[in-house]
C-alpha cells in the first residue's frame, strides 16, 4: 500500500500565497510523476500541476507564473507553491503519484502503482 498525506491548504485573501505538501509513503521502489490536481463544487477534477523524477513540470494555462512545483525525492514529498491566489481557486487539491512498489526481493521492482491523497481544502476570498 501507498498513502499520500496532504497538508497545507486553508483560507487565503486574494493576493495572498500558499504552499501545499504532499509526502508519500509505503513500500516504495520508485515515484515517477508526482502532480496536483484540484476539483471546485460542481467541476471535473482538472491537473494543476505536474513534475516527473527528473523534474519536468507542466502547469495549468491558468495558474502559470503563479504556481511553483517542486519535489524532495529524498524524502517522498511533493511541494505545490501558490502565489497571487485567485478566488478561482478555491477547490480541493488533491495530490498524485505514479511510480513502482518495491519488489519481493531486494532492489528490485515490483508492480506499477498509482494513488491519490484524500485532499486539502484551499479557499481564496476576495
Known amino acids: 500500500q501507498v498513502q499520500l498525506v496532504e497538508s497545507g491548504g486553508g483560507l487565503v485573501q486574494a493576493g495572498g500565497s500558499l504552499r501545499l505538501s504532499c509526502a508519500v509513503s509505503?513500500?516504495?521502489?520508485?515515484?515517477?510523476?508526482m502532480a496536483w490536481y484540484r476539483q471546485a463544487p460542481g467541476k471535473q477534477r482538472e491537473l494543476v500541476a505536474g513534475?516527473?523524477?527528473?523534474?519536468?513540470?507542466n502547469y495549468a494555462d491558468s495558474v502559470k507564473g503563479r504556481f511553483t512545483i517542486s519535489r524532495d525525492n529524498a524524502k517522498n514529498t511533493v511541494y505545490l507553491q501558490m502565489n497571487s491566489l485567485k478566488p478561482e481557486d478555491t477547490a480541493v487539491y488533491y495530490c498524485?503519484?505514479?511510480?513502482?512498489?518495491?519488489?519481493?526481493?531486494?532492489?528490485?521492482?515490483?508492480?506499477?502503482?498509482?494513488?491519490w491523497g484524500q485532499g486539502t481544502q484551499v479557499t481564496v476570498s476576495s
Open positions: 509505503g513500500s516504495i521502489f520508485s515515484i515517477n510523476t
Open positions: 513534475i516527473t523524477s527528473g523534474g519536468s513540470t
Open positions: 498524485n503519484a505514479e511510480g513502482y512498489y518495491s519488489g519481493s526481493y531486494l532492489y528490485t521492482r515490483g508492480s506499477p502503482f498509482g494513488s
